[in-house]
């Protein structure tokens, strides 16, 4: 039995205000019968045998294959009779077909990636083509974006089928605006995607906590059942793209995905805030003890040298501030600013503030160890500089989310000028001589890099450098010689108007 779905299908064209109000007092009703429910099964089968893969020992062989043949087996239960739905649906089943076995055959690490995203994208275009749902024809490069959005449409947008059809075979959803929440986790899945990479990357403890929760969940659950509580958290989202492929309608080739209202439906902004600040919050709850513990922290991840504590993860933590500091910037833009729903974007915008500035301070202190060992670099004071400024445009944005007219262009406009100027004159050659000369003498630091103050820094840093005596007389010599040689270039330049600065004359002297 093959129902008609009654409401409209996901991705449908924008209707009028009229038809939109006639449609939220009808409930939505969610069709299904009892081949569904046999495919809700399978597809929680499909999600455990996905968990088994995940949590398996290494890169999953044979897995793969048979996990495809689960997958087209519940897209066969569901089409009966109607098979491959044109002969393209046929053909793109062959190839979906051939790279699922090159993992079982062949182990090659390189083409294991590789073969895994040309597979499902693959998957994508074979199961819209099947289904028929596709507007553009395969031969066409914009069938690509559309048959992505339909796969993730399917994923996200209509998993509270499953609840229908479990509840009863004909289960009525009231009419929520499945289609916003939808976008909001579209946009959500790359952000959130990105910042944990980089978090990953940033902190060996966090990535070290993770692996160990996973272990410990199999410990407390039991390999088994925690494949099995994992398959039933993916059921809702495969059986709702099955659900869709079943009972969805063909689009309209040229038919708009998205609008800019969808876009900055406060409820959209709302999901990709609120998941961008779970990740957050959670990274800081798992270190808030490793942030500033220094030395201590090194204990707690094996293997973790004290320089590679100081120096890992800072660019990925300022990147992370940099991207947060975009984000708010362009919800204040296009969010609209109305309702509850705009509080709770305020709300979610100052958290993510806050724990963007929490996220540069743990950069600057790890920076700031690193430093305090092995001496400062023009590089690194640039970075200190360049923290203090993001600091300053995030209170600028802070000040952007409750206050709609606030000029933060103006703002970063003003401070980024300032700022230049203010870098070029506090003279950075040689505040960074005199900080490494003074962290010597003190013997704080057996490192001294006069190679690189001598001939990489300006002619500022040869007071400072010239403060420096070394325990061994060749070392001195060896250092006097080359401060000689830069101050007799700096009486070059001094010597010609062309090239005449203030810095070089005083050298000179």
Partial sequence: MENVHSTPPFGAPQVSHTQKAEQTEKKRVLESDGRDLLVLLLTWSAGTLFAALLLGPGLPGLGVTLWVGLWYGSLFL????????????????????????????????????WNLLFLLGLMAVQTVEMFGLGGYAWSRPAMLIERGYLVLQGLLGAAPAAVAVVGSSTGKIGGK???VVLLGFILALPLTFLAAVLLFQADEYFAYVMGRLAERLGEIFGDAVLRLIIGLLLMPFLFGLCYTLRYGKKRKEGERFLTLAELADPAVIVIVLGI????????LAVQSAALF???DYLSRVPGLSYAEYARSGFFQLVFVAALNLALVLAVCQFSKREGGAW?????????????????????AYRMTLYVQVYGLSFKRFLTYWGMVMLVIFLLAAALKVWKQDFGFFKILLTVSIVGWLALNVCNVDRVVAEYNVVLYQRQETA????????????????????KVTFPRRAQNAKMEYAIRDRRDQAREEASHWQTWSLSAWLASK
């Fill in 78 to 113: 569901l089409r009966g009779k109607r098979g491959f739905g044109s002969r393209a649906g046929f053909w793109f089943f062959l190839a979906v077909v051939a790279l699922a076995l090159t993992f079982s055959i062949w182990s090659n690490r390189w083409l294991w990636g």
């Fill in 177 to 179: 605006r499945w289609r």
């Fill in 276 to 283: 961008m600040d779970l990740l957050y919050g959670f990274f």
């Fill in 293 to 295: 513990g220094g030395p």
């Fill in 343 to 363: 509080r709770a974007v305020q709300l979610l915008c100052s958290m993510m503030i806050a724990m963007s500035a929490v996220i540069l301070l743990s950069a």
């Fill in 447 to 466: 490192l001294l890099d006069m190679d690189y103050m001598v001939n990489s820094l300006s002619y500022d840093a040869l007071d400072a450098l010239e």
